[in-house]
């Protein structure tokens, strides 16, 4: 078995400022977005449609107004209102982790549209453009929940050679941040940059994401302590599960329309 290495979460110190790490992996999300970004700009189907540096440092401070707005509501509207209710102050800790990603997902999403009508792009082309550039991100913030101990995974087999013991927890558990920073993160950027790598109908990238996000985070849920579950048919499914599986339906149905579009044009 392993054990965690529980790491100071405080990065450095400055006086009376601390740097958390996990705060330092937001800065990582948002400085590989504006890498690949740019590297985006030069395929010729992107070129062509207009966008520039300035458009992705521009819309850089919209997704973040998104990430952060968004995921820290969906946190505490998701997964604990109650306790958020009895001690409203914890909202505002965000260097302590708990950060939603539907409700960063959701909180894009409305930048996006609002920095779209402001910069007069079509809003399909913005979502394709960014939907390869959250993946890593992702991974980023998953690492960041490690570092903070944070989301220990079910209970794991005492054979299983990557098995943890984790902070607080006396048995070994699964390592559920770093299955999801490899698997919801690593490997969805991969697939996702090779199909954006080529010209494809409009909002097909966008919703290969939304796809293949759910998906993911549907599987990579059974290895995580679920805030809560629920009954349905029969079938116990958990919080994450339940908010992606509108995910891979809404997905499948835009990427139906978009090739569908594209054989009607």
């Known amino acids: 078995m392993l054990i965690h290495p529980n790491p100071d979460p405080v990065a450095f110190a400055i006086g009376p400022l601390s740097v958390h790490w996990y705060g330092l992996m937001y800065m990582v999300a948002f400085a590989q977005f504006i890498m690949l970004g740019r590297y985006r700009l030069r395929l010729p189907h992107v070129a062509a449609k207009g966008w520039t540096r300035e458009h992705i440092d521009d819309m850089l401070f919209y997704g973040v107004l998104g990430v952060i707005l968004g995921g820290r509501i969906g946190e505490v509207l998701f997964y604990g209102l109650p306790y958020y209710l009895d001690n409203p102050l914890e909202v505002f800790k965000v260097w302590k982790g708990g950060m939603s990603?539907?409700?960063?997902?959701?909180?894009?999403?409305i930048a996006m549209s609002l920095w779209a009508r402001k910069a007069k792009m079509h809003l399909a082309d913005v979502y394709d453009f960014i939907a390869p550039l959250v993946p890593l991100g992702y991974a980023a913030g998953r690492i960041g929940n490690f570092i903070n101990h944070e989301l220990p995974g079910r209970v794991a087999s005492a054979d299983l050679p990557w098995a943890m013991i984790w902070p607080g927890v006396d048995h070994p558990v699964h390592p559920s941040p770093l299955?999801?920073?490899?698997?919801?993160?690593?490997?969805?950027?991969?697939?996702?940059?090779?199909?954006?790598?080529?010209?494809?109908p409009r909002l097909a990238v966008g919703s290969l994401f939304v796809i293949l996000y759910g998906c993911a985070r549907f599987c990579t849920e059974y290895f995580r302590t679920p805030d809560y579950e629920v009954s349905f048919a029969g079938l116990t499914i958990s919080a994450g599960q339940m908010l992606s599986l509108p995910m891979i339906v809404v997905g499948a149905l835009l990427l139906f329309w978009s090739y569908r579009q594209k054989k009607s044009s």
Do not use: E, N, P, T
Not at 183 to 197: E, N
């Open 101 to 109: 990603f539907h409700g960063g997902f959701l909180g894009v999403l």
């Open 179 to 200: 299955y999801q920073a490899l698997v919801d993160g690593v490997l969805l950027f991969i697939i996702l940059w090779i199909f954006a790598s080529k010209a494809r």
